[in-house]
């Protein structure tokens, strides 16, 4: 063979075995993210986030419980790093480890991230919301300008899952509490994400409302084998809809397990001894 060709084709395939090394999980079994010793201490020197190690498995719905304060919006944040970690590593299965611009780019398209308060544009349609997420497909100067009709069309199924397809063209601000999240989750759900990581989707709904929101994200966790991670603090809920809880407290983890394993001990750990009455009571109920 050309000696150039033989060349080449070892540098390919050490490209290859770098690239394999670089994207494989520590352990490969059905993690989609592997998290190993994350801390994050905020400017001020305040230790949000202490030895964080844990594996987001694929397809899963994985609860964050914890009290206010527990670091549950934190590593909500390192899971897209809108938070950089101050110390750790996090590996996404097929990305690689999120420490380069570029992967990350890549990555951030593939997480879709449902906020707490919405974070709509009120003077913009339901439609134009949802349509954002699909900016992450576009340049800036091509998403400067109208999208293509594709998007539109995914935009529209997308509002169409959650209930919502009769009030695309309505302002957001002119929507319920309840629809604006819908709203959010159907732009989450337009980014085509493999993972969707919702902050507290739920705390500022009425609780009939919240259960209705609760039921859309597990219904289309089961249905498209999506993984997902939220946040809540309403133990009943977490049990109710989770898989898998982890329980934080003052940033670390001192519960991982199934809705069934939380007990009054681990709850007890997770509130700091200040689970209440009703808390406990709650998560009997199961
Ligand atoms: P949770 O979502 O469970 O309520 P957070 O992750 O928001 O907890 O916060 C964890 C801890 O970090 C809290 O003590 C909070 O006050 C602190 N914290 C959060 N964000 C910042 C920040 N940007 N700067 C400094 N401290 C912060
Ligand atoms: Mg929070």
């Known amino acids: 063979m050309n000696p150039n060709a033989n060349l080449c084709l070892t540098i390919l395939s050490d ?3 770098m690239r394999n090394r670089v994207v494989e999980c520590p352990n490969k079994s059905l993690a989609l993210i592997n998290i190993q010793s994350l801390s994050v201490v905020y400017p001020g020197g305040h230790r949000a986030l202490e030895g964080i190690t844990l594996e987001i498995r694929r397809g899963e ?17 390192c899971l897209n790093l809108l938070q950089k970690p101050t110390t750790g590593t996090i590996y996404v299965d097929g990305v690689g480890s999120l420490t ?5 780019r890549g ?24 349509l954002v997420g699909r900016l992450a497909y576009h340049s800036t100067i091509r998403s400067l300008f109208p999208l293509p009709k594709a998007d539109l069309t995914v935009a529209m199924e997308c509002l169409e899952r959650v209930g ?5 063209l309505k302002r957001a601000d002119q929507l319920s509490g309840g629809e604006r999240q819908r709203v959010g989750i159907a732009r989450a759900l337009a980014q085509r994400p493999r993972i969707i990581l919702a902050d507290e989707p739920v705390a500022s709904l009425d609780p009939a409302t919240a259960e209705s929101i609760m039921e859309l994200l597990s219904r289309i966790s089961r249905e498209d084998r999506l ?19 982890i329980g934080l407290s003052n940033g670390t983890i001192v519960f991982d397990g199934l809705p069934d394993e939380l007990t009054s001990d681990p709850l007890e750990r997770i509130y700091n001894g200040t689970a209440t009455e009703e808390c406990l009571a709650a998560a009997y109920l199961n």
Not at 100 to 104: G, I, K, N, T
Not at 107 to 130: C, E, K
Not at 164 to 168: I, R, T
């Open 107 to 130: 990555y951030r398209r593939q997480a879709g991230m449902v906020f707490q308060l919405h974070h709509l544009i009120g003077r913009q349609s339901a439609l134009q919301n949802v």
């Open 100 to 104: 380069s611009l570029d992967r990350l």
């Open 15 to 17: 490209f290859e075995r």
């Open 61 to 77: 719905l994985t609860v964050l419980l914890g009290r206010s304060g527990a670091g549950k919006s934190t590593l909500l944040r």
């Open 227 to 245: 993984t997902v991670v939220f946040s809540l603090h309403q133990i009943e809920l977490a049990c109710r809809y989770g898989e898998r809880i």
């Open 164 to 168: 919502l397809a009769d009030k695309a």
